[in-house]
Structure formats: structure tokens, C-alpha cells
């Protein structure tokens, strides 16, 4: 019986000293193994007589059980200390900013478009969009240019060498205004659309390239006027340069397609060698747009008796580098990486 309590006592020992998952093992093997400490005092059993057997056999097993559980003990014990400090080690913080990746830069006529799409959404105007390839019908003849029309040659038109469709030559449009007529058609008024995008003229300097970028918007509502138009014109591009007051200058001017129609100046005045928007002595043309003709609503399926229009234009190139400070029209278009690094924009994510 001593010897069995020294057993007892010798194995529980070591159990606690155990420390790793992997000893727990080999412990198992010197207790419970071909020669283990346990299958010795086994072996003692056959020398004995009956009760001998029956008493030495009760207290083997006891002496077993108690073992089993102390190992099961360790065991859980180890396994959960080793489970922490996995968690400890491989511990992600999902709350932790990513790391800074180089994507390039973002160009800043997608930003600038952003902007624009995030204003004019807010004053309740839906995106439309047209073809760049466009057929003469919807970039002249439906806004009020017929054929022969003295403004259509102002246009510097690029012509398509492809056969004639049924409503006239094909060209690359040289505005966004024939979105308007494929809007108008395809919605019952009233309605507020934007569109923006590429457009192109046959012409090349310092000052104009051969494609820029135009936004259009165009309100059909009732009782909707000139006005109207000058809020719009006057919101919008306080939001676009986030100033409080600013003030415009509408000139008396001539589109086909809006009559009155105006060409809009943006205030400004420079002040420490830095360009302040909405006050000062100086004037920009920045904008063109006027009150729908009533030819160019009936080309769109609207009644003029019950529906008024107003449109306006605004070339997003010139909108961007007054904004952001880009010097020559030129740069937009030569996918410069440099040009890009100086005027581009980081990506937020
Ligand atoms: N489409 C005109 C242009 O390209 C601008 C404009 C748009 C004028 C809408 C009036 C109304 O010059």
C-alpha cells in the first residue's frame, strides 16, 4: 500500500511539473506505456492470492482513475494556455487603417466629375447619358440647327467616314446638349438631368484640344425660367468652390438652342498671388446656358405650353484647374505620370 501511495504521489508530481502538450504525452507513455510505472504493479497482481488480487486490484484502479483526471486536468489546462497565446500572437486589429498601397493617382477630372455628380444630385438632378458617336439629328438638327445652319460650321465638327443613318451623317459629338433630346424622349416631364462627358472639336491649342469634357443640365418643369437658371448656375458653383457669396455676371448671348441664352462670368479677384473666387474686379466666362427654344422641346416630345425648360454647359476642364490649379488645358489628355503625380488626387478608402 505504501509503495502505491509513493506511486500515486510520484506520478501527480509530475503531473504538475508537466508544462507542454507534447510532455503530457510522454508522461502518459511512463505511466500507462509496456513498461510504464502503472503495468509494473500490474504484473505484481499474478503473484497474488485471491484477496490479495481483489484488494491491490481495487486500489490499482483507484490509483488510475486519480491519474486519468489529473491528466485530463493538465491537458485542458495546457490546451486552453496554449489557444490564448495563439490568439495573443496572431492578433489582428480589424480597426487598424490599411496599409498605404501605391494605386497610382486618381485623375482630376474624376474627381472633379465626383463633385459635380455629388452636387447636382443634391439638387435633385438624375445622371442620363448619350453617345459619343452621335448622329447629326440630335448634336444639331433637334437643337433648332437645321441643316445650313451658320452655327453648326462654329462647331469644328469631326465627320465620320460611315455611311448616312436615316436621320443624317454620323459625327463625334461636339457637345453634350444632344443628351438633352435623347433624355427628353426617353422621359415624361417634369425632370432635372446631368450628363457628363467627352466631347470633340477640331481644334488644337494652348486653350482647346481636340476632346474636353462638358457637364450639361437641363430642368424641364413648369413655370421654370430664366431665374431658375441663374440660382442654379449661382448654388452650384458656391458649392464647387465653397464659398459663401459669390457672385456671376450673365452676358447677353446666342445658342440655337436656348433662347434668351447667356454666357455666365464667375467673379474672382487674385489676392496674395492666390485666385479667390465670388468677389473682386475680375470676370472668367465660365458657364453657357439659357431657357430651352420651344423648337428643341417639341424635337424632345415635350408640349412648350406646358412644360419650360432651362440648360446650361460647363467645360470641366476649365471648372478643374481653377479649382485645383492646372496651368495648360494640354496636360489633361497626355496620360504624363508626372503631370499626373503633381495634379492627381490620393485615393481614400
Ligand atoms: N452646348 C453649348 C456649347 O457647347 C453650351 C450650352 C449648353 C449652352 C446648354 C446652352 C445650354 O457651347
Not at 505484481?44 to 490479495?52: H, N, P, T, V
Not at 433648332?144 to 465638327?157: I, L, Q
Request: proline letters at 5%; charged letters at 25%.
Amino acid at each position: 500500500m505504501v509503495k502505491i501511495d509513493k506511486l500515486l504521489a510520484s506520478c501527480l508530481s509530475e503531473i504538475e511539473k508537466c508544462d507542454s502538450l507534447k510532455k503530457i504525452e510522454s508522461i502518459k507513455n511512463v505511466i500507462f506505456g509496456k513498461n510504464g510505472k502503472i503495468t509494473q504493479v500490474m504484473d505484481e497482481l499474478r503473484r497474488l492470492d485471491k484477496e490479495g488480487k481483489r484488494k491491490l486490484g481495487a486500489e490499482i484502479n483507484f490509483v488510475k482513475d486519480e491519474i486519468t483526471r489529473h491528466l485530463d486536468l493538465k491537458h485542458s489546462k495546457l490546451q486552453s494556455r496554449e489557444i490564448n497565446k495563439r490568439l495573443e500572437s496572431e492578433f489582428v486589429d480589424v480597426s487598424a487603417p490599411a496599409r498605404p498601397r501605391s494605386f497610382g493617382k486618381i485623375h482630376p477630372l474624376t474627381k472633379v466629375a465626383e463633385e459635380i455628380e455629388n452636387i447636382l444630385s443634391y439638387y435633385g438632378f438624375v445622371c442620363a447619358d448619350g453617345p459619343d458617336l452621335e448622329n447629326e439629328y440630335y448634336n444639331f438638327t433637334a437643337l433648332n440647327m437645321p441643316d445650313h445652319h451658320p452655327a453648326r460650321t462654329m462647331h469644328d465638327t469631326f465627320y465620320i467616314n460611315v455611311p448616312s443613318g436615316e436621320k443624317g451623317r454620323y459625327l463625334l459629338r461636339t457637345h453634350t446638349s444632344p443628351i438633352q433630346i435623347h433624355s427628353m424622349l426617353a422621359n415624361t416631364p417634369p425632370y432635372r438631368f446631368f450628363s457628363i462627358g467627352r466631347v470633340y472639336r477640331s481644334d488644337s491649342d494652348a486653350t482647346h484640344t481636340p476632346m474636353f469634357t462638358q457637364v450639361e443640365g437641363l430642368v424641364v418643369e413648369k413655370n421654370v425660367g430664366f431665374a431658375h437658371l441663374k440660382w442654379i448656375i449661382t448654388n452650384f458653383l458656391k458649392k464647387f468652390f465653397a464659398v459663401k457669396d459669390l457672385s456671376i455676371r450673365l452676358r447677353p448671348s446666342f445658342f440655337p438652342f436656348t433662347e434668351p441664352s447667356a454666357e455666365v462670368d464667375l467673379n474672382y479677384e487674385i489676392k496674395n498671388g492666390e485666385i479667390v473666387f465670388g468677389r473682386g474686379d475680375k470676370w472668367l466666362e465660365i458657364c453657357g446656358g439659357g431657357v430651352v427654344h420651344p423648337n428643341v422641346l417639341r424635337h424632345g416630345n415635350v408640349n412648350p405650353d406646358k412644360y419650360q425648360g432651362i440648360a446650361f454647359g460647363f467645360g470641366v476642364e476649365r471648372l478643374t484647374s481653377l479649382k485645383y490649379g492646372v496651368p495648360d488645358l494640354r496636360g489633361y489628355f497626355e496620360s504624363d505620370e508626372r503631370w499626373r503625380n503633381a495634379f492627381g488626387f490620393h485615393h481614400v478608402f
